[in-house]
């Protein structure tokens, strides 16, 4: 059964008894859970429990300000990046991520909530967005961090949700995961560069940043599965294909080999290859950092939500002057 959540919100009956649904309201929600059940997508016009509903407009508009606001570290080293063809790659990644937020909001409006709601519960602290952009970029080897740790994090999260049961949800991650991809890859050639051609300083910044990259991208999965409220839900309903730990034991795996090629070590004494499970154990997570940066209190959120804030402050006269042009060119009515 699909709809437990559902049934917890209850209506309440003219009788005054809670958790009332009409003989047509659970033949909608068995045909839902029928739809779910064969691996079907749920289009926007289609019918939807109202958890369902609320569960996506939570993580996609979650999803939607994290690429927002995750232009922010990473426009911090536009001005300052060694050379051209490192400051056209930046710039171009920065823009992608701005059309990702877009992408999102967009998928996130088929759900019934404006993009002015979605932007307000940001501006307003309501809305989270992901715990890995409260982290400062302090050099440009961090800038190359992001790209192999943060979009690689990314992806392993992002590739199973081209396959949400939502489908504007999901086609909004297929274009979205084929940039991050090259968003990934230029990020470890940037480091690769560094590291094979740069001098100690350099190699010490690259190790620098992976030293204060790791833990944070490790976290970016979410809670321990035993942790997670939302988990069990969304993978019922295909929002989530893959558990959080599942996911994130991807991602050390696969950063081990890489992070060999680089030449850089993971800040991680524990991490080591475990036979029996075909997997690598790593250390503990200190997860009272995670619920405190989540909860606001990380070295930048203050700075982040401030700089969106303002940018949205700034940017009302475009705003209205885009509306003001679009009623210019709205179609004359026939008043009669
Ligand atoms: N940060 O029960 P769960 C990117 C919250 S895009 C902050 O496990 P759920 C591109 C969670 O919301 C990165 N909060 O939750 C880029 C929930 O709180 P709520 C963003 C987090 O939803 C790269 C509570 O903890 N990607 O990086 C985080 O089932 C480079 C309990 O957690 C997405 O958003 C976190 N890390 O699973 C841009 C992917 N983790 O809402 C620029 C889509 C958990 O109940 C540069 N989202 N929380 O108050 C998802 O896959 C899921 O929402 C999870 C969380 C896996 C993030």
Redesign the pocket.
């Known amino acids: 059964m699909y709809t437990q959540a559902m049934d917890t919100m209850g209506k309440e009956a003219g009788d005054g008894r809670k958790n009332v649904r009409s003989a047509e309201e659970m033949q909608l929600e068995e045909r839902f859970d029928a739809q779910i059940d064969a691996g079907n997508f749920i289009e926007a016009k289609d019918w939807m429990p109202e958890h369902y509903r609320k569960?996506l407009v939570?993580?996609?508009s979650?999803?939607a300000h994290?690429?927002i606001?995750?232009?922010l570290?990473?426009g911090n080293w536009i001005s300052r990046a060694p050379t051209l063809k490192r400051k056209a790659i930046l710039l171009a990644?920065?823009q992608d991520?701005a059309g990702?937020g877009l992408y999102l909001y967009a998928a996130g409006e088929t759900l019934g909530t404006s993009r002015d709601q979605m932007l307000d519960a940001l501006h307003s602290g309501r809305?989270?967005?992901?715990?890995?952009?409260n982290y400062p970029t302090l050099s440009w080897a961090d800038v190359g961090a992001?790209?192999w740790l943060?979009?690689g994090?990314?992806i392993m999260?992002?590739v199973p949700?081209c396959r949400c049961s939502y489908a504007p949800y999901a086609r909004a991650m297929i274009r979205?995961c084929r940039e991050?991809s090259f968003?990934q890859r230029q990020g470890f050639e940037a480091l690769l560069t560094m590291m094979q051609h740069g001098t100690d300083a350099q190699k010490a910044m690259v190790q620098d940043a992976v030293n204060r990259w790791w833990w944070p991208s490790v976290?970016?999965?979410?809670?321990p599965?035993d942790?997670?409220?939302?988990?069990a839900q969304?993978m019922r309903w295909g929002?989530?294909r893959v558990s959080?730990d599942e996911?994130r034991q991807k991602f050390i795996d696969a950063a081990v080999d890489q992070a060999k090629v680089l030449g850089v070590t993971l800040p991680d004494p524990e991490l080591r290859w475990n036979e029996e499970r075909q997997a690598h154990d790593h250390g503990p997570i200190d997860w009272s950092e995670?619920w405190r940066?989540?909860a606001g209190d990380g070295p930048c959120n203050r700075e982040r939500l401030a700089a969106r804030v303002k940018a949205w402050d700034d940017g009302a006269w475009v705003r209205e002057a885009a509306m003001a042009h679009a009623s210019k060119h709205e179609p004359v009515r026939d008043a009669a």
């Not at 809305?127 to 952009?133: E, G, L, N, R, V």
């Not at 976290?219 to 809670?223: E, L, Q, R, S, V």
């Not at 942790?227 to 988990?231: A, V």
């Open positions: 569960t939570r993580q996609i979650q999803h994290s690429e606001v995750g232009m570290p990473e990644k920065v991520e990702h809305a989270k967005y992901s715990s890995i952009f992001i790209g943060v979009d994090a990314a999260n992002q949700i979205i991050e968003h976290m970016m999965f979410g809670p599965d942790e997670s409220p939302n988990s969304s929002i989530k959080n996911l995670f940066v989540i």
